[in-house]
């Protein structure tokens, strides 16, 4: 038998650092995730070694399995019951580690530890999401993000459960249930998955008015992101700020991608739904691989207690923001996510999040939403998890010491000594003991209360369709485009009428003109506006920068992801420039040939393909290059996926450059998209036909490679792609 290797467990704490178990001090043991590698000698769970992991023990070569394989049930038994339920929302996520560090103290404001010096690392746990979609669903449906946040810090976990858009459907927990419902697959037939393009939800939207600011967001690109490391994330709710003396502030809490805001097109999104359903996973696991670290500022609106009611909306409606031209985001930190998991289920998949898990400093306000949210987290995962003990897996034990006497249950992993299990007690010393505000115990803000019992709304909620209609005018000519295609996608998907007049009805409200084109683009009159609600409204602001994607664009390719199209005997030397100055920018360049293997490209050199066309498409990258060398741009120019990719970038409004001959592949790809003198008339075309690669060149393909996009070549309508 071979000498058993001994078996090494590493101590991985949440900073990303490995540390050998001794040298790890209590919190770090606390905090950390034992990932273990595999050992050398296969074993069943009792640590029996096993010899035969081939056959199951039979009577005799050809005979019955007998019942007696223990070593077979087990196996089988452990396999049968490997699945957990889903999340019944934000099923589908991605997860990572990183750092989060704070500017300056902020102890102005709060008391949280982990917000007052910037020489302290908080580790933290990120995990993005969609809402609607099960598990194995497609990363680029059009949906609200998930944008979950954990701090491990040394007072406890601090969760900020957001999501990458600043408001929310409903305004009351009860209305949740019926939200998801109507936007799930259909009870009676399970269909569709993923998607919101059907009848169950514009039914309910279109009979719930409060909805429409957040479908007014989700119809936008924000829907579709290009990448996680491309998304704002928002705490939604307005929580409080409480300081050391225990006033308290109200806050909204802000993540600011440094990369800039980004999305798809809607087309790229549904084709990428089934080139790579793992579109963002993918990217930001590749992101992190690579060493480019994903980062956002934390920002934080801060409003003093006393101007709780100078706005025209009330700060506990979930369905309004406050616009950052009357209250500017302060950055006060920022979050790194530098470490990948090690086992996608153990840490993504296990991972309870909770907005409830609060540190002192940190409190909620009376926001109804965030009140039902504050049941509804830990109520779920007792039946996801199994037990109430989830708060022992690894990556949910927090780094701060846990004592209390809360015992037993399933799978209880803590072994606590002694006979005390009680408080207030003297048999354990009186441990473990409470501890008042000074000594860091939690203490709810003292906010005053009164009021009747009863089940109503506040009239303070009541304008549902100013800050849509601010988030309109806010927006782009191409961005207004986007909305309104959207919304003629999803109601072409409603089969019943009604719904389809009754929304369209509702954006009157917000919009004549948006409610104009949605109607043509439904082949429908305009409707009547809804009964008239005798409901204030406001123009103020008229509109708010921070709402358009486009004013949040940063110059930059870091992350982005280019593909070369190459043949037999391209030009190399192109190759090498045009790829070594990408690199070099922070982008990664693809070789995509005809087929995969060696391309010679002449004097004894070679290039190796790293994808084949017809596995690969366009909607995987973010511009293309067409290098030079005759015989490689015949071959493309005669390979309908070659031309299908250049003209299929031009219509999601990509960054396209060709040296040398490689410009007659862009003709033939503009001749065949409907352009008769085979030319794109769009800006962010470089195809200089003859020249070679030099500096003017590679500035002029990256520069168009940062403006991500450009959403308004003239002639996008009429490119058949
Ligand atoms: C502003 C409103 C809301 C936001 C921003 C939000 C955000 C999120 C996020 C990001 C997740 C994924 C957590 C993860 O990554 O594991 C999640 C899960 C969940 N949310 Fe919400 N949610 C909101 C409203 C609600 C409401 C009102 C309820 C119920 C009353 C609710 C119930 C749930 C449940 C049950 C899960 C699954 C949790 C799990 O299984 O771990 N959410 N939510």
Same mark, same amino acid.
């Given at each position: 038998m071979a000498k058993s290797r001994q078996r090494k467990t590493v101590t991985a704490d949440k900073t990303g650092l490995a540390s050998s178990p001794s040298h790890a001090n209590r919190s770090e043991q606390a905090a950390s995730v034992l990932a273990q590698e595999p050992g050398d000698t296969l074993t069943t769970n009792q640590g029996l070694r096993i010899s035969d992991n081939q056959n199951s023990l039979r009577a005799g070569a050809r005979g019955p399995t007998l019942l007696e394989d223990h070593i077979l049930r087990e196996k089988i038994m452990h396999f049968d019951h490997e699945r957990i339920p889903e999340r019944v929302v934000h099923a589908r996520g991605a997860g990572a580690h990183g750092v989060f560090e704070v500017y300056k103290s902020m102890a102005k404001f709060t008391k949280a530890g982990f917000l007052q010096d910037p020489a302290v690392k908080t580790p933290v746990f990120v995990r993005f999401s969609t809402v609607a979609g099960s598990r194995g669903s497609a990363d680029t449906a059009r949906d609200v993000r998930g944008f979950s946040v954990r701090f491990y810090t040394q007072?406890?976990?601090?969760?900020?459960?957001?999501?990458?858009?600043? %408001?929310? *459907? %409903?305004? !009351?927990?009860?209305?949740? #249930?019926?939200?998801?419902? /109507? %936007?799930? #697959?259909?009870?009676?037939?399970?269909?569709?998955?993923?998607? /919101?393009?059907?009848?169950? *939800?514009?039914?309910?939207?279109?009979? %719930?008015?409060?909805?429409?600011?957040?479908?007014?967001?989700?119809? /936008? !690109?924000?829907?579709?992101?290009? /990448?996680?490391?491309?998304?704002?994330?928002?705490?939604?709710?307005?929580?409080?700020?409480?300081d050391e003396t225990g006033k308290a502030s109200f806050v909204k809490f802000h993540w600011k991608p440094v990369l800039g805001v980004h999305s798809l097109v809607w087309d790229e999104a549904v084709k990428l739904a089934g080139k790579d359903a793992d579109f963002h996973r993918r990217d930001l696991w590749e992101a992190i691989d690579k060493g480019q670290y994903p980062e956002w500022e934390f920002g934080v609106q801060i409003v003093p207690e006393e101007d709780e009611h100078k706005f025209d909306f009330d700060l506990l409606d979930a369905t309004k923001l406050i616009p950052e031209s009357l209250v500017p985001v302060k950055l006060i930190g920022k979050l790194t996510l530098n470490r990948n998991t090690d086992n996608y289920f153990a840490e993504t998949e296990q991972i309870a999040f909770h907005p409830g898990h609060l540190v002192p400093g940190i409190d909620f306000s009376n926001d109804p939403l965030l009140q039902g949210r504050l049941f509804s987290y830990s109520d779920t995962q007792l039946s996801r998890l199994g037990s109430a003990n989830f708060h022992e897996i690894p990556i949910n034990r927090p780094i701060a010491p846990v004592d209390n006497n809360q015992r037993d249950g399933h799978m209880r992993q803590t072994i606590v000594k002694g006979r005390v299990s009680y408080e207030p007690n003297t048999l354990g010393g009186g441990c473990p003991m409470q501890r008042p505000w000074e000594e860091g115990g939690f203490v709810s803000h003292a906010e005053p209360m009164e009021g009747a019992k009863q089940r109503v709304r506040s009239p303070s909620f009541a304008d549902h369709f100013s800050q849509p209609a601010l988030f309109w005018r806010s927006q782009t000519k191409w961005e207004q485009d986007h909305i309104a295609a959207a919304f003629c996608f999803e109601l072409a998907k409603v089969g019943v009428p009604a719904v389809r007049e009754r929304m369209v009805a509702t954006l009157t409200q917000v919009d004549g003109v948006l409610a104009k084109r949605v109607a043509d683009g439904l082949g429908m009159p305009v409707p009547p506006p809804p009964n008239a609600e005798n409901v204030p409204r406001t123009n103020k602001p008229e509109i708010d920068r921070a709402l358009s994607m486009a004013n949040t664009r940063i110059s930059s390719i870091v992350g982005r992801s280019v593909a070369v199209l190459i043949a037999q005997n391209v030009d190399k030397k192109s190759v090498d420039a045009v790829c070594k100055a990408l690199a070099s920018a922070g982008a990664t360049a693809k070789l995509i040939a005809p087929g995969l293997g060696s391309i010679t490209c002449g004097e004894g050199e070679s290039l190796d393909a790293d994808h084949s066309l017809p596995t690969v498409g366009s909607v995987l990258f973010d511009a293309v290059f067409v290098p030079g060398g005759k015989k490689s741009v015949d071959a493309l120019c005669a390979d309908a996926n070659a031309v299908l990719f250049v003209k299929e970038a031009y219509k999601h409004g990509k960054a396209i450059a060709a040296s040398e001959d490689g410009a007659r592949l862009i003709a033939k790809a503009a001749l065949s998209a409907g352009a008769a003198d085979g030319k794109f008339r769009g800006p962010g075309v470089i195809a200089d036909s003859g020249k070679a690669v030099n500096d003017a060149f590679i500035r002029k393909f990256i520069a168009a490679i940062a403006e991500h996009r450009f959403p308004e070549r003239p002639d996008l309508a009429d490119i058949v792609a």
């Open positions: 007072e406890g976990n601090f969760d900020l459960v957001g999501n990458n858009i600043p %408001v929310f *459907f %409903v305004q !009351d927990a009860i209305k949740f #249930p019926d939200l998801i419902h /109507s %936007v799930k #697959p259909e009870p009676h037939n399970e269909i569709p998955q993923a998607s /919101s393009a059907h009848d169950t *939800f514009w039914d309910f939207i279109s009979m %719930v008015p409060e909805t429409t600011h957040t479908i007014m967001w989700a119809m /936008s !690109d924000r829907g579709i992101p290009r /990448s996680f490391q491309m998304m704002e994330g928002f705490g939604v709710h307005t929580f409080r700020f409480v």
